[in-house]
T-cell receptor, first 118, second 109 residues
Framework: DSGVTQTPKHLITATGQRVTLRCSPR?????VYWYQQSLDQGLQFLIQ???????AKGNILERFSAQQFPDLHSELNLSSLELGDSALYFC?????????????????FGPGTRLTVL | GQNIDQPTEMTATEGAIVQINCTYQ??????LFWYQQHAGEAPTFLSY??LDGLEEKGRFSSFLSRSKGYSYLLLKELQMKDSASYLC??????????WGAGTKLIIKP
């Protein structure tokens, strides 16, 4: 158990709909990362938040948005869903500090939310 | 641009040794991570290298050559439970991880 929690575990919805995925980081971690992993594909980095502020953006579509709240939990909002959005969505947390100390930069992954768009 | 290359798939025999290679090109470099991911599960941390050389941790070892932009993960005494995808990720100058597509390792009895 990494200490990162994600809800829900599974989500089935229809095209055009909007969903919200939730992530609670490990205690003490200030940074949250969101990833998308389609079937048999690698991890695609979407976005990173650090202590409530957006720190880095990856291949995140305009239909997707995220935020990190004062209690450090994060939500990923996916709207106007398409069939191709079906994937595993992982949240990871870490201290996100700028340092060469290895464990400071390690990311701990939650169990993921499996999204199926029908 | 930034890029990570690793083989898509490898097959090995139970009890044998396998080496999974990774080459990287990043803007700056602050270390290389290896993660293991079983199908449908979350990636889990295996190793981190920031200095050249070999880091050994039980049956798993990881090697880094910064001058060559190259790393490998060495798995010894392979077990069936080692069947998984192995993800290589390099940390760039902004301390962002650049991920490879992963190497699917198939272990045969």
């Amino acid at each position: 158990d990494s200490g990162v929690t994600q809800t829900p575990k599974h989500l089935i919805t229809a095209t055009g709909q909007r969903v919200t995925l939730r992530c609670s980081p490990r205690s003490g971690d200030l940074s949250v990362y969101w990833y998308q992993q389609s079937l048999d594909q690698g991890l695609q980095f979407l976005i990173q938040y650090y202590n409530g502020e957006e720190r880095a953006k990856g291949n995140i579509l305009e239909r997707f948005s995220a935020q990190q709240f004062p209690d450090l939990h994060s939500e990923l909002n996916l709207s106007s869903l398409e069939l191709g959005d079906s994937a595993l969505y992982f949240c990871a947390s870490g201290q996100g500090a700028t340092s060469e100390i290895p464990l400071v930069n390690e990311q701990f992954f939650g169990p993921g939310t499996r999204l199926t768009v029908l | 641009g930034q890029n990570i290359d690793q083989p898509t798939e490898m097959t090995a025999t139970e009890g044998a040794i396998v080496q999974i290679n990774c080459t990287y090109q990043t803007s700056g470099f602050n270390g290389l991570f290896w993660y293991q991911q079983h199908a449908g599960e979350a990636p889990t941390f295996l190793s981190y290298n920031v200095l050249d050389g070999l880091e050994e941790k039980g049956r798993f070892s990881s090697f880094l050559s910064r001058s060559k932009g190259y790393s490998y993960l060495l798995l010894k005494e392979l077990q069936m439970k080692d069947s998984a995808s192995y993800l290589c990720a390099a940390m760039d100058s902004n301390y962002q991880l650049i991920w490879g597509a992963g190497t699917k390792l198939i272990i045969k009895p």
